[in-house]
């Protein structure tokens, strides 16, 4: 029997560490590996993107649905390049993702060789927790480990690069000798708590509050229960980042959904008028949607002392895990008596809710967006995993879609790339092939990554128990987010060279490729299009041809601001400007008439 190569020993050190997948693309930089990989029975698997960069965004949508790191793979000089944005995606939204790169040979290295690429000047930012370069055999068990140990650790990318010939070498194991660096795989769970000093500090803030809002973000989503109880003693609203969506079930009647510019009025008002504010989990960074500095006492929680305190004046900053800290903090706090600040954050969800109802329900041309994801929001099974692109749809997602059940639902939340929601998608349903998954995308993003991976999903459909994943298709012609952008912050029309798209007939593709396609231009349609993706045997896509004139006001808007840059906003073309002003004021107060009444 041949003896074991670099490359062999790669791909058992991550099975001992229990990676199942990887999400690549191959090249002849790793083509030791693929060699490797072929030998080892695809275990773990190797699960082939359509570019390195929906590869990596793949793996970050594993890691964040599975909750263990994800692992990409791609060859040297441009396969290294690709991979750079989904690294900067579970860099900024902190996910654990370990990269392994190919590099050119050592020999050549320093040659001006083809693909020859300073890749540690090319990741040094991106995977800073740890980037390390495996020269020789020996050296690869510690630079493996430490990079999955790091990421899990830091929450954070990481990279090994391994050059070519590298690959290929015999492996031995560091010898018990000076200047070898032996290595080990276990890594035991480790909880970090602050002192009892600082916890009984910001008990004492928060007792001391009449009217308590609390921010959650993802950093709380193993806390859901203890922040149900914090929230319940406190008589507190709950609003969430959008990375945090998930971690309450909106239908609990003082969680307020999300909060920002794509976020709720209640949102809004809960922090406008809160006197305390308890920070759980979330480095949210637009401070103008917290309460105005001096109002409220604060207290924030997060696990990473380098982060905290950044966004807010807090009082008491509390290092630790979610869970545990609010575990220590529950006993020291004194129960509400006093509900009426409860009641007025349920009585605003209850007006913002037909507020949003009453605007899904408006006539558009030819369909509402905001009917779209308001209609899917009472079919979605209580086990979905939703994924939602950047731009306009992004704002739908947020408002519209009701989090209940074990629902799970993520995006880029702070990088905001296009491209990511069908990847995440893909990645969900290796983390849980027995679930449904959908994916919320523009058009944009659809003509950027979507559509190319369409074809993954038809290539490994087959082995997900529950073969549903749906892709829907905001169809507006329009890079809408932007657009709109340009109108509220420019105070002009869009610039139609970069702005209009083609009307793509991403049914007819999804059909091409085996799959369902349905394509939607009239409203009367939009259930049913539903209830058929989501009773598919297999993935679906659902063109829906949605109106870009349908504003996505922000939570604070007013009327002065509305009509400031009204006159460009409705139809592109040959009408009066005047009426067109008077025609979409028109339109935003038919559609948001509890908005708008004051700050």
Not at 239 to 255: C, R, W
Request: net charge negative; aromatic share 6%.
């Amino acid at each position: 029997m041949a003896a074991a190569k670099v490359s062999d020993h790669v791909l058992e050190r991550l099975r001992a560490w229990g990676v199942e997948h990887v999400f690549g693309y191959p090249g002849d930089g790793v083509n030791g590996l693929l060699s490797a990989w072929e030998r080892a029975g695809d275990r773990p698997r190797f699960l082939q993107a359509r570019h390195e960069e929906t590869a990596a965004l793949a793996a970050v949508g594993y890691a964040k649905f599975s909750g263990r790191t994800g692992v990409c793979a791609a060859t040297s000089g441009p396969g290294a390049v690709h991979l750079l944005n989904g690294l900067y995606d579970a860099k900024l939204d902190h996910v654990p993702l370990v990269a392994l790169v190919g590099q050119t040979d050592r020999s050549a290295m320093g040659g001006s060789y083809q693909q020859e690429v300073d890749l540690h000047a090319l990741f040094k930012d991106v995977a800073g927790a740890y980037l390390e370069t495996v020269n020789v055999p020996q050296q690869l068990p510690n630079v493996l480990d430490r990079a999955l140990r790091t990421a899990h650790a830091r929450s954070a990318p990481t990279a090994v690069i391994l050059p070519n010939d590298v690959q290929d070498l015999p492996y031995e194991p560091p010898a018990h000798a000076h200047k070898m660096v032996p290595s080990s795989l276990d890594a035991s769970p480790w909880t970090a708590v602050p002192d009892d000093d600082s916890v009984a500090r910001a008990a004492e803030v928060l007792n001391a509050g009449e009217r308590v809002a609390i921010l959650i973000g993802q950093g709380a989503s193993r806390a859901a229960a203890e922040v149900a109880r914090t929230a319940e003693l406190l008589g507190a609203g709950v609003a969430k980042a959008l990375l945090g969506k998930d971690v309450l079930s909106d239908e609990l009647p003082y969680v307020t959904g999300a909060i920002g510019l794509l976020g709720t009025r209640p949102s809004y008002e809960l922090m406008r008028d809160c006197d305390t504010l308890l920070t759980v989990g979330s480095n949210f960074p637009y401070s103008e949607f917290l309460p105005p500095y001096g109002q409220a006492r604060a207290v924030q929680i997060d696990i990473d002392p380098h982060l905290i305190g950044l966004r807010y004046p807090y009082e008491v900053n509390l290092v630790g895990d979610a869970a545990a800290t609010l575990r220590r903090l529950l006993p020291l706090l004194t129960p509400k008596s006093d509900g009426r600040w409860r009641d007025t954050v349920a009585a605003n969800n209850r007006r913002w809710r037909t507020v949003m109802a009453r605007r899904a329900a408006l006539a558009a041309d030819p369909v509402n967006p905001e009917y779209v994801a308001h209609t899917l929001d009472r079919l979605l099974p209580d086990d979905a995993i939703v994924t939602a692109d950047s731009g306009s749809v992004a704002n739908w997602y947020a408002r519209h879609l009701t989090m209940r059940g074990t629902m799970r639902g993520s995006l880029s939340g702070t990088l905001a790339t296009m491209g990511c929601a069908v990847p995440y998608a893909i990645g969900a349903k290796f983390a849980h092939p027995d679930r449904p998954a959908i994916a919320l995308v523009g058009d944009g993003a659809m003509q950027m990554n979507g559509m190319a991976e369409l074809i993954t999903a038809a290539k490994y459909a087959d082995r997900w128990t529950d073969p549903r994943l749906v892709v829907a298709v905001w169809n507006n012609g329009d890079l809408n987010q932007v657009s709109w952008e340009l109108r509220a912050l420019g105070g002009s029309p869009p610039f139609e060279a970069s702005q209009s798209l083609p009307d793509i007939p991403y049914a007819d593709f999804a059909r091409s490729l085996g799959l369902d396609g349905i394509r939607v231009t009239d409203p009367a349609d939009v259930e049913d299009a539903w209830r058929a993706a989501l009773a598919s045997d297999g993935p679906a896509v659902l063109d829906f041809r949605t109106d870009p004139a349908v504003p996505p006001i922000p939570p604070h808007a007013e009327w002065d601001q509305i009509e400031a840059t009204a006159a460009s906003l409705l139809r592109r073309g040959g009408r009066d400007p005047h009426l067109v002003k008077q025609g979409l004021k028109a339109k935003v107060q038919e559609m948001l008439p509890d908005l708008g009444k004051g700050r």
